[in-house]
């Protein structure tokens, strides 16, 4: 999977972090048998521009810890006859993700484990959110917890 990862903060995040998420979403792509050609983005900021992207696009006005914008919804793509060698080439766009590094360092100290775990969690939970699973209803909420679960725990992110 080609990731892009930026990071706007204004304490930058080491690289061994930088590292440990390219590597889980990797891993999470692998689980999932996410095709070579597939991208997506992952940007880090603090709460103040979070907050911003909530109001504007969510109208929520307070800073959250993670936010997914799909490329396109799952199974709205229109079929086009094509030469399937052409196909195969045409990069599959997930997205883009979002997480606040403040509520990062936040959630972690709350929950009792480590910023690595935390900021795991949030990468996973949008990542599933760019490839369709949501948490709306009780059924679906279970079965994206689990492949979350077993995705970080796969990993060795354990608790």
């Known amino acids: ?39 997506m983005s992952l940007t880090f900021v ?5 907050k911003k992207l909530n109001a504007q696009y969510r109208n929520v006005d307070r800073a959250t ?5 799909a490329a396109e919804e ?16 045409i990069p599959v766009n ?3 993700l979002f997480i606040s590094i403040d509520k990062v360092a936040e959630q972690a100290k709350f929950l009792g484990h480590s910023v690595d775990r935390e900021l795991g969690f949030l990468a996973v939970h949008g990542f599933l959110h760019l490839n369709g699973y949501d948490h709306e209803e009780p059924a679906d909420e279970e079965k994206m917890f689990k492949l979350q679960r077993e995705i970080l725990d796969g990993y060795g992110l354990t608790r």
């Open 46 to 50: 603090n709460n103040p521009e979070i």
């Open 94 to 96: 997930l997205g883009d």
């Open 65 to 69: 810890d993670v936010l997914s914008f």
């Open 1 to 39: 999977m080609d990731l892009e990862i930026f990071d706007q903060t204004t304490a930058q995040l080491p690289n061994e972090q930088l590292k440990m998420v390219s590597d889980l979403l990797q891993y999470a792509a692998r689980e999932l048998s996410l095709s070579e050609n597939t991208e």
């Open 74 to 89: 799952v199974g709205d793509e229109t079929p086009i006859i094509m030469d399937p060698e052409m196909v195969a080439e």
